[in-house]
């Protein structure tokens, strides 16, 4: 089991950059795909990357591609997201989770744990 703790939402101009961050507990966090979500209000929640163990492969939402970078540091169990480029349609809670499942590389559903999220807010 893992536990996930997210950091770094607030406020930015459209336009700036926020860089989320996601602190996993236990041993074995290199076992685990990781990924990142977000809810809207009034919205379902989305995908918006996805890593692999190794971090060797990466996956994006379209709305993201070219403006946020996934990546992951094994060694100190994080995992974080670099927000560029941003817009007033990214405003958001994001989640942090993770698939403990080896079924597959990488994944766009079927997260097993979930952190309890941070805003971000991007203003026009």
């Known amino acids: 089991q893992v536990q996930l703790v997210e950091s770094g939402g607030g406020s930015a101009q459209a336009g700036g950059s926020l860089r989320l961050s996601c602190a996993a507990s236990?041993?074995?966090?290199?076992?685990?795909?990781m990924g990142w979500f977000r809810q809207a209000p009034g919205k379902e929640r989305e995908f918006v990357a996805a890593i692999s163990r190794s971090g060797s492969r990466t996956d994006y939402a379209d709305s993201v591609k070219g403006r946020f970078t996934i990546s992951r540091d094994n060694a100190k169990n994080m995992v974080f997201l670099q927000m560029n480029s941003l817009k007033p349609e990214d405003t958001a809670v994001y989640y942090c989770?993770?698939?403990?499942?080896?079924?597959?590389?990488?994944?766009?559903?079927?997260?097993?744990?979930w952190g309890q999220g941070t805003q971000v807010t991007v203003s026009s």
């Open positions: 236990g041993r074995t966090f290199g076992v685990y795909i």
């Open positions: 989770a993770a698939d403990s499942s080896f079924a597959y590389v990488i994944s766009r559903s079927g997260y097993d744990y």
